[in-house]
Structures are given as structure tokens and as C-alpha cells.
């Protein structure tokens, strides 16, 4: 059984960092998309980042240049580095997986996490 699990989420002030981490089980993920979303209350859930090994990266442009995604295929596991937070990056962030990158950007994720909350305060 495929399972993603989100850890990492918390308080943090505004322009401090935050990393968040997603560990995929029930089989290797290393040939897919993986990526993160988030989700404000009151707000629809949007696109932050993914990667794809091979293929490349991409970012909401809300976080380029402040958010940095990575993988650790030997963990199955991918990483959200936050910086320079601000009270605009509060919301439940979210992993998801698609085998293409497009796909995946689109929201379009054939697996989704339960998700881990970022609270960032002034």
C-alpha cells in the first residue's frame, strides 16, 4: 500500500525557515514527479513545487527563490526548504507523486499525503 507522510510543519516567525519532508512507502518513487501543494483555509489548493529526477524542477512563482524541493531516492523521501517565511505561506502543505512532472504541476497526482500545517506568525 503506497502511503506519503508529511512531517516537519509547525510555527515558525515570519522570515525564519522551515523544512518539511514527505516519505513515500509501498514502493520506489524514484522515477516519478514528487511534489508539494498547499492549502490556505478559504483558499483552493495550489501548486508550490515539484521535481523530477532527469527532468527538472519548478516553482510557484509565490516561492522562487525562497523555497528549494529535493529528493533522497535512497530514502524515498522529499524535502521542502522554506526561507524567508511570511504570514501569506500559512497553510497545510501537502505531497503528492505523478509519474510526469506536467501532470503532477497540474495537480493531477495519482498519490496525495494527509498533509502537515506551517503557521507563520509576525
Known amino acids: 500500500q503506497v502511503q506519503l507522510v508529511e512531517a516537519g510543519g509547525g510555527l515558525v516567525q515570519a522570515g525564519g525557515s522551515l523544512t518539511l519532508s514527505c516519505a513515500a512507502s509501498?514502493?520506489?518513487?524514484?522515477?516519478?514527479?514528487m511534489g508539494w501543494f498547499r492549502q490556505a483555509p478559504g483558499q483552493e489548493r495550489e501548486f508550490v513545487a515539484a521535481?523530477?529526477?532527469?527532468?527538472?524542477?519548478d516553482y510557484a512563482r509565490s516561492v522562487e527563490g525562497r523555497f528549494t524541493i529535493s529528493r533522497d531516492n535512497a530514502k524515498n523521501t522529499v524535502y521542502l526548504q522554506m526561507s524567508s517565511v511570511n504570514p501569506g505561506d500559512t497553510a497545510r502543505y501537502y505531497c503528492?507523486?505523478?509519474?510526469?512532472?506536467?501532470?503532477?504541476?497540474?495537480?493531477?497526482?495519482?498519490?496525495w499525503g494527509q498533509g502537515t500545517q506551517v503557521t507563520v506568525s509576525l
Open positions: 503528492a507523486t505523478h509519474s510526469e512532472l506536467n501532470y503532477l504541476r497540474a495537480g493531477r497526482a495519482d498519490y
Open positions: 509501498g514502493r520506489s518513487f524514484s522515477k516519478d514527479a
Open positions: 521535481l523530477k529526477w532527469g527532468v527538472g524542477t
